[in-house]
């Protein structure tokens, strides 16, 4: 299974990567600290055009096992090239973090 991110959320404060072990995913959820199913990163890839809250400022992060599909859990299908819109709104929603406290 993989997960479309904003890049900054997932990397935190001041650092230009972030290791598989540091991050985990957790989907099903309005609560970022509980509830919902938790999945270990299996990887994580960078737009290798990124910049810091530019156009490119996404990632992908692949985790280890399948999700359990639910009323809470649920696919969002991706467009083929030669049939996705040329404008329109899109909206999702998430939550992460753009700065890390102690």
Do not use: C
């Amino acid at each position: 299974m993989w997960i479309l991110v904003v890049w900054v959320a997932a990397r935190g404060d001041d650092k230009d990567y972030i290791k598989n072990d540091e991050i985990y995913v957790r989907v099903g959820s309005t609560d970022w600290n509980h509830g919902g199913q938790i999945y270990d990163v299996d990887g994580l890839f960078l737009h290798p055009k990124f910049k810091v809250y530019g156009k490119k400022d996404v990632a992908i992060i692949k985790i280890k096992g399948e999700f359990t599909f639910s009323d809470t859990v649920k696919a969002i299908p991706i467009a083929s090239k030669s049939k996705a819109p040329s404008k329109g709104d899109v909206t999702l929603a998430g939550w992460g973090r753009t700065k890390f406290y102690n």
